[in-house]
């Protein structure tokens, strides 16, 4: 129950509110005479007939104590005698009904005069009826249309209109005119708020219901019961669980202001627990949360109305449920399908209340019909939430199933389509919640809506952040979301709807840890800092959105810092942010993706293992991954998993234990090929369809032991840059474990349909190692190829790093499709020169020239057989080597993520200055003098145009 609305067991009193009696004529197959409804104030609902001696209402002056029954039933509780509202009213009566048939929505024979539709079928419910049943049943009865006859489908239901409402309203006198008094006048201030909704919600709860709508809620609730039943039983109505929930309709018609339900009650089981929890979710169109929405809106309360909708109980506390995310969830990406859930209802999992598990698919190969799953990652389900009377609660997750994934495969690739689907129909993104029947096996889906927080447009402009200089050590760490900086000023904030209106723009909201609540506050901060937290939670994702810095995770945050106090916010060194006490200058350069030149030399982004989506600059050609980054990001010897009884330290194989947690004993190796795959196929689909280089492993044994569980597999070498590594370690008989983890993993991605996937093979002594490398692979059932239409053959570039690799150049080009050349790593082994030493940057720019001699036969045996060359350049060597890149004509280079566009307008600058020295030098520019009137505006244009073309010629 959300924490806005009052609870509904004790008695609120009701300002001078006396019994209510309303006057209904209706005929139909339900009533052939003129009755009063009356609920009276322990609000019992009742029919009393016009001839009954009705209740005294002589003392209205008296104010009345209203209690409002909870309507929480047993599991299919039986009615026990004759209920006020007959459960067993001649059902035979309806005949035939279907959705089509409600009495409510026909016009009145007897009387010639059309009633209002007062429910609508969800089947029948269209976009166009937003403004009758709100925009949340609106999508879904879109979505049930869509969804018939596929394997995923919405459950049946029914929902009431405005029209039921507003009936409801005029149907009690005064009641109006009551609960326009609340609201005249109110102001923004919670506490106003909340005391003038809990004054308008007692005056609805004690108000009576139309016997006109209880009669079509009724009908329409047995249909529902009658269509839940197998066709040989269904003449039969046996009372069915359902599920109820309202939404708002506002006559608002901007799609920024969707709101999903308010509130759902579950277990709602025969006619009466039908009545009442209508007039509950009416109550919810004065609630504080409904209030703050029409507010937002520029909306008057009184303007605005509701809708309550009924369906089947769908049974997700024996399955599980979750949300079909139409993007990936840090970056933004809209290629990614990410689907999170967990075992029971969906409560944990957008609350937040368990670690649940998440997953993510490509669309592009869901639309292919080809293995989408990226990637899927356990959470450690310790809770999950069950239906409990008419709410939830939660109860402990069994320990079998605690790291048991909550979604099969084929459940994932289903749900996976079923999200594509609703997204194209819609036209716009769509998030999408989901359950799954653990007695049917069934997967239905709950609700939609359009997403406004995960997606992301195409970026316009790159945005870089550097922080100015500070030897200052931060106040707190934790993990950053976005990647900007942000001054301001401290406001600790314990209670959102309380600080709302103190917090100022600009100001750094600092708390414990926040949900929706806290909506308004974030959009007006200038930067968040919680005690608690994930990025993917729902105030980092409004952060992200909004382009504003926030660190979550900062465990001590509201102990570190008091309101007042000013502080810089730095997420520019992403996955990690830090605070900073005082204002530091920070320098922010941004460029308009359309204004990146485009140059003769390609750049490609080396990535961070799970970074891709982040990193994946729209100025790169592709991406470059090594498989070195993600065992050192493991932290664990690739032999840990297939040799795990090898393992010597204790510590060490309790370590493998909580990373290999869920995989069976007997296949820990899996683990290893999950981890692996999931990386090289998140990097692949973050730039497809552009290439992705992965090198595979190139560790020495000494960075080897230094893993978790290295010294039970590494023995101690006397040199061992120059031992036991790159092709001559994958084809070792000791390593041949987890080299086949590698290929299999390799395999899987090619299997997937990723035709961008190119494996780098490093640290090559001879050409005889090239065919015993291929014969390795071609055992793990890995075959090569020149080119990438071959299907799941692949593709191998050479690592250049070695001497003994320039010297066979030419015959290593026939063997490999593309060279890369480590500037670091073969200066190394050139010139004996360590590369962690401090003097390497010095020795770098001393000795440049007598590297370019080496580059330069590399680049004569590439273009002698028409293969890419290119270069991997730390940051410390582009002064030194830049000259090389357009005399030696190199094709591309690869280059840290952060440092893309940089280099592509320094190698821009250098080709620009190249092709104007070529066409002086050729005699078809003439030289320009540096005085301002050395040519004519003629002759200006002249230049131009040549050194224009010259560009795109490169370009092309």
């Given at each position: 129950?959300?924490?806005?609305?009052?609870?509904?067991?004790?008695?609120?009193?009701?300002?001078?509110?006396?019994?209510?009696?309303?006057?209904?004529?209706?005929?139909?197959?339900?009533?052939?005479?003129?009755?009063?409804i009356?609920?009276?104030?322990?609000?019992?609902?009742?029919?009393?007939?016009?001839?009954?001696?009705?209740?005294?209402?002589?003392?209205?002056?008296a104010?009345?104590?209203?209690?409002?029954?909870?309507?929480?039933?047993?599991?299919?509780?039986?009615?026990?005698?004759?209920?006020?509202?007959?459960?067993?009213?001649?059902?035979?009566?309806?005949?035939?009904?279907?959705?089509?048939?409600?009495?409510?929505?026909?016009?009145?024979?007897?009387?010639?005069?059309?009633?209002?539709?007062?429910?609508?079928?969800?089947?029948?419910?269209?976009?166009?009826?937003?403004?009758?049943?709100?925009?949340?049943?609106?999508?879904?009865?879109?979505?049930?249309?869509?969804?018939?006859?596929?394997?995923?489908?919405?459950?049946?239901?029914?929902?009431?209109?405005?029209a039921?409402?507003?009936l409801?309203?005029?149907?009690n006198?005064?009641?109006?005119?009551?609960?326009?008094?609340?609201?005249?006048?109110?102001?923004?201030?919670?506490?106003?708020?909340?005391?003038?909704?809990?004054?308008?919600?007692?005056?609805?709860l004690?108000?009576?219901?139309?016997?006109?709508?209880?009669?079509?809620?009724?009908e329409?609730?047995?249909?529902l019961?009658?269509?839940?039943?197998?066709?040989?039983?269904s003449?039969?109505?046996?009372?069915?669980?359902?599920?109820?929930?309202?939404?708002?309709?506002?006559?608002?018609?901007?799609?920024?202001?969707?709101?999903?339900p308010?509130?759902?009650?579950?277990?709602?089981?025969?006619n009466?627990?039908?009545?009442?929890?209508?007039?509950?979710?009416?109550?919810?169109?004065?609630?504080?949360?409904?209030?703050?929405?029409f507010?937002?809106?520029?909306?008057?309360?009184?303007?605005?109305?509701?809708?309550?909708?009924?369906?089947?109980?769908?049974?997700?506390?024996?399955?599980s449920?979750?949300?079909?995310?139409?993007?990936?969830?840090?970056?933004?990406?809209?290629?990614?399908?990410?689907?999170?859930?967990?075992?029971?209802?969906?409560?944990?999992?957008?609350?937040?209340?368990?670690?649940?598990?998440?997953?993510?698919?490509?669309?592009?190969?869901?639309?292919?019909?080809?293995?989408?799953?990226?990637?899927?990652?356990?959470?450690?389900?310790?809770?999950?939430?069950?239906?409990?009377?008419?709410?939830?609660?939660?109860?402990?997750?069994?320990?079998?199933?605690?790291?048991?994934?909550?979604l099969t495969?084929?459940?994932?690739?289903l749900?996976?389509?079923?999200?594509?689907?609703?997204?194209?129909?819609?036209?716009?993104?769509m998030?999408?919640?989901?359950?799954?029947?653990?007695?049917?096996?069934?997967?239905?889906?709950?609700?939609?809506?359009?997403?406004?927080?995960y997606?992301?447009?195409?970026?316009?402009?790159?945005?870089?952040?550097?922080?100015?200089?500070?030897?200052?050590?931060?106040?707190?760490?934790?993990?950053?979301?976005?990647?900007?900086?942000?001054?301001?000023?401290?406001?600790?904030?314990?209670?959102?709807?309380?600080?709302?209106?103190d917090?100022?723009?600009?100001?750094?909201?600092?708390?414990?840890?926040?949900?929706?609540?806290?909506?308004?506050?974030?959009?007006?901060?200038?930067?968040?800092?919680?005690?608690?937290?994930?990025?993917?939670?729902?105030?980092?994702?409004?952060?992200?959105?909004?382009?504003?810095?926030?660190?979550?995770?900062?465990?001590?945050?509201?102990?570190?810092?008091?309101?007042?106090?000013?502080?810089?916010?730095?997420?520019?060194?992403?996955?990690?942010?830090?605070?900073y006490?005082g204002?530091?200058?920070?320098?922010?350069?941004?460029?308009?993706?359309?204004?990146?030149?485009?140059?003769?030399?390609?750049?490609?982004?080396v990535?961070?293992p799970?970074?891709a989506?982040?990193?994946?600059?729209?100025?790169?050609?592709?991406?470059?991954?090594?498989?070195?980054?993600?065992?050192?990001?493991?932290?664990v010897?690739?032999?840990?998993?297939s040799?795990?009884?090898?393992?010597?330290?204790?510590?060490?194989?309790?370590?493998?234990?909580?990373?290999?947690?869920?995989?069976p004993?007997?296949?820990?190796?899996?683990?290893?090929?999950?981890?692996?795959?999931?990386?090289i196929?998140?990097?692949?689909?973050?730039?497809?369809?552009?290439n992705?280089i992965?090198?595979?492993?190139?560790?020495?044994?000494?960075?080897?032991?230094?893993?978790?569980?290295?010294s039970s597999?590494?023995?101690?070498?006397?040199?061992?840059?120059?031992?036991?590594?790159?092709?001559?370690?994958a084809?070792?008989?000791?390593?041949?474990?987890?080299?086949?983890?590698?290929?299999?993993?390799?395999?899987?991605?090619l299997?997937?349909?990723?035709?961008?996937?190119?494996?780098?093979?490093?640290?090559?002594?001879?050409?005889?190692?090239?065919d015993?490398?291929?014969?390795?692979?071609?055992?793990?059932?890995?075959?090569?190829?020149?080119?990438p239409?071959?299907g799941?053959?692949?593709?191998?570039?050479?690592?250049?790093?070695?001497?003994?690799?320039?010297?066979?150049?030419?015959?290593?080009?026939?063997?490999?499709?593309?060279?890369?050349?480590?500037?670091?790593?073969?200066?190394?082994?050139?010139?004996?020169?360590?590369?962690d030493?401090?003097?390497?940057?010095?020795?770098?720019?001393?000795?440049?020239?007598?590297?370019?001699?080496?580059?330069?036969?590399?680049?004569?045996?590439a273009?002698?057989?028409?293969?890419?060359?290119?270069?991997?350049?730390?940051?410390?060597?582009?002064?030194?080597?830049?000259?090389?890149?357009?005399?030696?004509?190199?094709?591309?280079?690869?280059?840290?993520?952060?440092?893309?566009?940089?280099?592509?307008?320094?190698?821009?600058?250098?080709?620009?200055s190249?092709?104007l020295?070529s066409?002086?030098?050729?005699?078809?520019?003439?030289?320009?003098?540096?005085?301002?009137?050395?040519?004519?505006?003629s002759?200006?244009?002249?230049?131009?145009?040549?050194?224009?073309?010259v560009?795109?010629?490169?370009?092309?």
């Amino acid at each position: 129950m959300s924490d806005e609305q009052a609870p509904l067991t004790p008695k609120p009193t009701v300002e001078a509110l006396p019994v209510v009696e309303v006057t209904s004529s209706i005929t139909g197959p339900m009533e052939t005479e003129k009755e009063h409804i009356i609920i009276k104030p322990d609000a019992t609902i009742e029919k009393v007939p016009e001839t009954a001696e009705a209740a005294p209402a002589a003392e209205p002056a008296a104010p009345v104590e209203a209690t409002f029954e909870s309507p929480a039933r047993k599991h299919k509780k039986k009615s026990k005698g004759k209920e006020k509202i007959d459960a067993e009213q001649d059902v035979s009566a309806l005949g035939s009904a279907s959705p089509r048939s409600e009495t409510s929505s026909q016009p009145d024979s007897a009387r010639g005069s059309p009633r209002p539709k007062l429910v609508s079928w969800l089947e029948e419910t269209k976009l166009t009826d937003s403004a009758t049943v709100s925009p949340a049943w609106a999508a879904l009865g879109e979505t049930t249309s869509l969804l018939k006859g596929k394997e995923a489908r919405v459950p049946a239901g029914f929902c009431t209109t405005s029209a039921a409402y507003k009936l409801f309203l005029s149907a009690n006198p005064g009641l109006e005119d009551n609960l326009r008094a609340c609201f005249q006048g109110i102001t923004s201030e919670e506490s106003d708020i909340r005391k003038q909704c809990k004054k308008a919600r007692n005056y609805i709860l004690a108000a009576a219901m139309p016997s006109t709508l209880m009669d079509a809620a009724v009908e329409a609730y047995g249909v529902l019961c009658r269509r839940a039943m197998p066709p040989e039983e269904s003449a039969e109505k046996v009372d069915i669980d359902c599920i109820a929930r309202a939404a708002l309709i506002s006559p608002s018609d901007d799609p920024a202001h969707f709101m999903g339900p308010l509130e759902s009650y579950a277990n709602i089981s025969g006619n009466k627990s039908v009545i009442e929890t209508i007039q509950r979710c009416f109550a919810l169109a004065v609630s504080p949360t409904a209030v703050r929405s029409f507010q937002r809106q520029g909306v008057a309360v009184m303007d605005g109305s509701i809708s309550a909708c009924f369906q089947k109980l769908v049974r997700a506390d024996t399955g599980s449920s979750g949300v079909i995310i139409p993007a990936e969830v840090e970056s933004g990406n809209p290629s990614i399908v990410t689907i999170r859930s967990n075992w029971g209802v969906g409560d944990t999992v957008s609350t937040g209340a368990s670690q649940v598990d998440e997953f993510q698919l490509f669309k592009p190969l869901l639309s292919s019909g080809k293995p989408a799953i990226l990637s899927k990652s356990r959470g450690r389900k310790k809770q999950k939430s069950i239906y409990h009377r008419d709410g939830t609660k939660l109860v402990a997750v069994p320990k079998p199933d605690r790291y048991t994934l909550s979604l099969t495969d084929d459940q994932l690739v289903l749900l996976g389509n079923m999200g594509c689907i609703i997204e194209s129909t819609f036209k716009e993104p769509m998030v999408v919640e989901f359950a799954i029947d653990g007695a049917e096996k069934a997967c239905y889906i709950v609700h939609v809506a359009p997403d406004h927080l995960y997606s992301t447009s195409p970026s316009v402009s790159i945005d870089h952040y550097s922080l100015g200089d500070t030897n200052a050590a931060p106040l707190l760490v934790g993990a950053a979301v976005g990647h900007s900086i942000a001054n301001g000023r401290v406001h600790v904030v314990t209670s959102p709807h309380k600080s709302v209106f103190d917090f100022k723009p600009g100001d750094i909201l600092v708390g414990d840890y926040f949900d929706a609540e806290a909506d308004p506050i974030v959009r007006k901060a200038g930067g968040v800092i919680l005690n608690r937290g994930d990025r993917r939670s729902y105030i980092a994702l409004l952060a992200r959105s909004l382009g504003i810095p926030a660190i979550v995770g900062a465990s001590k945050a509201t102990d570190t810092f008091k309101t007042g106090q000013e502080i810089t916010i730095d997420c520019s060194h992403f996955p990690m942010g830090r605070v900073y006490d005082g204002t530091i200058t920070f320098n922010k350069t941004s460029s308009k993706v359309e204004d990146i030149p485009v140059t003769e030399t390609r750049v490609m982004g080396v990535v961070k293992p799970g970074q891709a989506f982040f990193q994946n600059s729209p100025a790169a050609v592709g991406g470059v991954i090594f498989l070195d980054s993600i065992v050192r990001n493991l932290g664990v010897h690739p032999l840990s998993f297939s040799k795990y009884d090898e393992i010597k330290d204790r510590m060490e194989r309790k370590y493998v234990d909580e990373l290999t947690v869920g995989y069976p004993a007997a296949s820990l190796s899996e683990y290893y090929v999950d981890a692996v795959t999931s990386t090289i196929a998140q990097t692949c689909a973050a730039f497809h369809p552009r290439n992705v280089i992965v090198q595979l492993a190139d560790m020495t044994s000494s960075d080897l032991r230094n893993l978790s569980g290295g010294s039970s597999f590494e023995s101690p070498e006397v040199n061992p840059a120059y031992g036991l590594r790159g092709l001559s370690r994958a084809s070792h008989d000791d390593y041949k474990d987890a080299f086949g983890s590698e290929c299999t993993a390799i395999k899987r991605v090619l299997d997937m349909g990723f035709t961008n996937l190119i494996v780098c093979v490093p640290f090559i002594r001879s050409v005889a190692e090239v065919d015993s490398f291929r014969e390795a692979l071609h055992s793990f059932g890995l075959e090569t190829s020149a080119e990438p239409e071959l299907g799941t053959k692949v593709r191998l570039y050479l690592d250049v790093q070695v001497p003994s690799n320039i010297f066979f150049a030419p015959k290593l080009s026939k063997q490999f499709a593309g060279f890369i050349v480590d500037v670091k790593k073969l200066t190394s082994s050139l010139f004996c020169q360590d590369m962690d030493d401090a003097a390497y940057k010095s020795f770098l720019h001393t000795h440049a020239e007598n590297l370019e001699p080496a580059l330069a036969q590399i680049v004569r045996a590439a273009r002698g057989s028409n293969i890419p060359v290119g270069l991997h350049i730390h940051s410390d060597e582009h002064a030194a080597i830049s000259p090389w890149i357009t005399t030696h004509r190199i094709d591309f280079l690869a280059v840290d993520a952060a440092r893309v566009v940089d280099t592509i307008n320094i190698i821009a600058g250098r080709e620009r200055s190249e092709s104007l020295s070529s066409l002086s030098k050729s005699g078809h520019v003439s030289s320009v003098s540096e005085s301002s009137t050395g040519t004519s505006e003629s002759e200006e244009a002249t230049l131009g145009e040549a050194v224009e073309n010259v560009v795109h010629l490169k370009a092309e």
